[in-house]
């Protein structure tokens, strides 16, 4: 899923191509797309652009006469401009935005549709889209500390919970977690001020970092090939490989459709945590330290 750096640089570069465009037409080719009936989409054509933004990991580009396209990409959604005179690749298009600056198409992998569009009238229709979590990048130390304690969980759901933050999602939490040396099996509310601001910077320069590098890689072009899976990361995706701090091989927790990536060297005191669908089927046999982990190899 596109997260917080992903999505400021889908935002920066809608914002330089789409500033005071007109939207000449929209074609909606999946009915699981546009998630509003009222208003009509058919209503927003012929306005013109006077805003784009970033509401969670949602990009909302602001419309004349207070209208605003609120798109959600979620886990495989990706968007993709074309000039005025490029060839457009429709085929995996679920929606393509004509306007006269260029074409902005919305694409989704795989068969599920995830993804969604609305359609609304009004500031107090978008406000009540939004999820009131504290923004990382414009937090203080304190502001992010009582979002943290809040509720207990573990470090993992909340950094991810978007009712307490903004836009971090699976990828940069194992980032995050792993620049901070903290377990993401760590509670919330056992962690010492010293941990809550060590996360905290953490978290604000993690961020900053590959917002900085994705922008610097996009250039003026427009972002493509946004991933969740990013050469030069430390922990996500890289399970099996060798930590880059201090070379132990990362490890893996497997949930649904998820998982979290760590170092159980850097951040869980070289104990293995318990991967549910493993340690049930191997029950004695899973390893409980690196030392146990290395002589199973």
Request: charged content about 25%.
């Amino acid at each position: 899923m596109p997260e917080l750096p992903d999505i400021l640089i889908y935002v920066e570069a809608l914002e330089r191509r789409l500033h005071g465009a007109r939207l000449e037409r929209v074609r909606v080719a999946s009915p699981f797309l546009l998630r509003t009936a009222e208003p009509p989409l058919a209503q927003a054509v012929g306005r013109r652009v006077v805003s784009v933004s970033r509401l969670g990991k949602r990009v909302v580009m602001g419309l004349e006469g207070d209208w605003w396209l609120v798109v959600h990409l979620m886990i495989a959604g990706r968007l993709h401009w074309f000039e005025p005179t490029q060839r457009v690749s429709s085929k995996s298009a679920l929606a393509i935005f004509v306007f006269d600056s260029g074409i902005l198409t919305l694409s989704e992998a795989g068969t599920k549709r995830r993804a969604s569009l609305h359609v609304l009238q009004g500031t107090a229709a978008l406000a009540r889209h939004h999820v009131p979590g504290v923004e990382p990048l414009a937090s203080t130390n304190s502001g992010f500390a009582a979002a943290l304690r809040r509720e207990n969980h573990t470090l993992k759901r909340a950094l991810t919970d978007p009712r307490l933050f903004s836009g971090i999602g699976n990828a940069y939490s194992d980032e995050i977690l792993h620049a901070a040396r903290l377990s993401p099996v760590a509670l919330t509310s056992r962690l010492t001020d010293g941990e809550i601001e060590r996360l905290y910077a953490a978290t604000v320069a993690t961020l900053t970092t590959w917002t900085d590098t994705l922008r610097k890689r996009a250039g003026k072009d427009f972002p493509e090939g946004v991933t969740a899976f990013r050469e030069g990361m430390a922990v996500h995706g890289r399970y099996g490989r060798p930590c880059p701090v201090c070379a132990t091989l990362v490890q893996r927790i497997r949930y649904a459709s998820n998982e979290t990536n760590y170092c159980p060297r850097c951040q869980t005191n070289d104990k293995v945590l318990a991967d549910r669908s493993l340690s049930r089927l191997l029950k004695d046999d899973w390893p409980r330290t690196i030392d146990e982990l290395e002589r199973k190899a």
